[in-house]
């Protein structure tokens, strides 16, 4: 109940094209879902994040959709680029009064070819 | 500023060595986080410090020993470690609660 199931584990594209990433999760106690981008050799960086009340956000070329009946967030890459190739996890936080605790899904590799 | 800085960025270690990994942070935020990467993998927690005080130790070997000196500072203390503890080490903070967590670029670490 407290993972976060994320498909594809890998992912090709073409330039311009719209690579997309699914999670799901199950715990209904989950209340922030946050993106983050990391490039071999580098930390995590957050990349976008939205919370249960909000069914989409956007910001520049990326978009999360969110899905809470079917408890299910993806991220859309818009015009993707070749320094969009990173590899991308989502995750999901449970609120408490320690400090949030992160569940992150396996990760996606994104390769986006010229 | 949503900086966290970590040293150093490589690490090789023996066995039998003692180091210590440092992580800093100056925007004020009140919990601190020890993450272990592995290739491919997405980090796992490790300790989580709140208020300066552990509140989530992930059940990590003893081996590894946090230390918060302050609310901008995170020390994680290496002894008798082993090759498989060779790994990406990230530190992240964040205001508490369930908000956003803001990770270092990490120590690369070898056990030999």
């Known amino acids: 109940q407290q993972q976060v199931k994320q498909s594809p584990q890998s992912l090709i594209v073409q330039k311009g094209g719209i690579p997309i990433i699914n999670c799901a999760y199950e715990?209904?106690?989950?209340?922030?879902f946050p993106w983050y981008q990391q490039f071999p050799g580098k930390g995590p960086a957050l990349l976008i994040a939205?919370?249960?009340?909000?069914s989409e956000k956007k910001e520049g070329r990326f978009t999360i959709s969110f899905n809470k009946s079917a408890k299910q967030f993806s991220l859309h890459i818009m015009d993707s680029q070749p320094g969009d190739s990173a590899t991308y996890f989502c995750?999901?936080?449970?609120?408490?009064?320690?400090?949030?605790?992160?569940?992150f899904g396996q990760g996606t590799e994104l390769s986006v070819k010229p | 500023d949503t900086e966290v800085t970590q040293t150093p960025k490589h690490l090789v270690m023996g066995m039998t060595n003692k180091k210590s990994l440092k992580c800093e942070q100056h925007m004020g935020h009140r919990a601190m986080y020890w993450y272990k990467q592995k290739a491919k993998k997405p980090p796992e927690l490790m300790f989580v410090?709140?208020?300066?005080?552990?509140?989530i130790n992930e059940s990590v070997p003893s081996r590894f020993s946090p230390e918060c000196p302050n609310s901008s500072l995170l020390n994680l203390h290496l002894h008798a470690l082993q090759p498989e503890d060779s790994a990406l080490y990230l530190c992240?903070?964040?205001?508490?609660?369930?908000?956003?967590?803001?990770f270092g670029p990490g120590t690369r670490l070898t056990v030999l």
């Open positions: 995750a999901a936080s449970i609120e408490n009064n320690q400090g949030g605790k992160l569940i």
């Open positions: 715990n209904t106690a989950f209340d922030y």
């Open positions: 939205i919370r249960p009340d909000v």
């Open positions: 992240a903070s964040s205001t508490g609660g369930f908000d956003t967590q803001y």
């Open positions: 410090y709140s208020y300066e005080k552990l509140s």
